[in-house]
């Protein structure tokens, strides 16, 4: 092909590119002045400071606080649903309409317009905007509304509906007695059948009466989470004086839950009560009584032996990375290496045999308790003084490293039980002697099988 030709051509396909974007830039251009001319308001959600909302049930007043938070004002001063404040800031904000009904002279009250009224001030705007709204459409549910300064009836989309008819109670803050969970440093639960305390070192739970032992931490923060997420179905007072203690039974509560948050140097006590089919519930630091749902007393209603951690030592044993064993003679130690591969530990590092040391670990990790022994008369009693065996764990995770120990004393062979000992723990354990099976009689149990076995094996 010539030069000139080539030439003539780039220039031709230049000229039809240019045609080609400068018609879609005009389409896009012409799309988005359509969108905006079906905006009956086109501003930012973020920038509304106050809302206020007029329908059947009344007028109730939003306004957020100097930390962006929504409260109500009006008809009380009350936390408000954030969540559920900002969905009505956000649809109301950038306002599109189905089609106008009439562009001028149309009479709203035909429409019924305004049934429910909605008032928007706004960052930086020096008048408020006031949407009015009126009936049903019956033919597709749409809403027929109109914008205070505009002239124009237009129809709104029908899902509109559901939030400006909502009433006070679905834009309050429900979970008024939040608090976090893992702030708490200690718990005391009393009801009539149930009398316990619990408080936490580092990161575990310790029951302190009536027995002391280590509790189940996810039972202990079981019942934390259904105190934080305790929510109100009804505000039956807010402003509680004491006969309204009283009417509701909460003077002498079914449950008093007592909560000390270290963090906030604070002591926060639950009170609940049920009365026929409703609960009713408060707080010391709280002016308020609600009705909840029934649950929360299912949740925090555990008792001493559902509370204490029944496993003997509690790790993962996908987190060990050393093993010991010692019994009588033997002293079995193995570790992982660079490649997560189980060895012996000592000068040659031979291999061990993995899936033996992990089945071991696992056996050791669902070690229950079927009775404990709170009070252990000397240990020689229990053949714990010295243990007929040893087991030691440690176990990684990132860079923590953890060791956990059994002691294993003497077995009863008609109960097939056998007591262990935790050293951290003031308490025996008398468990299933199963496991005692799984133990390694000499160094060779835990060696990878020889070819020749794992080939008559396969056969």
Known sequence: MKPKTTLILLIIFAVLLAAVLLFESRSKARKETEEKGKKLVDLASADVEKITLKNEDGTITFKKDDKGEWLIIEPLEAKADSSEVSRLAEDFSSLKFERVIEAEGGDPAKYEIPKKELTLWFKGQAQPVKLLIGMENPLDNTLFAKREDDKRIVLLAGFLKSNLEKKMFDFRQKDIFKFEPEDVGSIKLKAKDISWQAQKKEAEWFLDSPVKALAKKSRVEDVLRAL???????????????????????????????????AKNQEVIFSLHKQDETVYATTSISTKIVTSEGQVLTDIEKKVEDLREKQVVVFNSWEASKVSVKKGDLTLTVGKDKDNKWQFEGAAKEEADGSRVETFLRKIESLEAVEFIDSPAE?????????????????????????????????????????????????????????????????????????????????
Not at 231 to 242: C, G, H
Not at 254 to 259: F, G, H, I, N
Not at 388 to 403: H, I, L, M, P
């Open 379 to 459: 240990l020689q009693t229990y053949g714990l003084a010295p243990p007929q065996a040893e087991v030691t764990v440690w176990t990684k995770d990132g860079e923590t490293e953890k060791e956990f120990r059994v002691l294993v004393g003497t077995e009863d062979p008609e109960k097939k039980q056998v007591v262990l000992k935790n050293p951290n723990l003031d308490y025996l354990f008398r468990v299933d002697s199963a496991f005692l099976a799984e133990f390694p009689k000499e160094g060779k149990d835990w060696k990878p099988a020889a070819p020749e076995k794992k080939k008559e094996v396969k056969q």
């Open 228 to 262: 934080s997420n305790l929510r109100a179905k009804e505000f039956v007072a807010e402003q509680k004086q004491e006969a309204e203690v009283a009417k509701f039974g909460l003077k002498e509560p079914d449950y008093s839950v007592t909560l000390s948050i270290p």
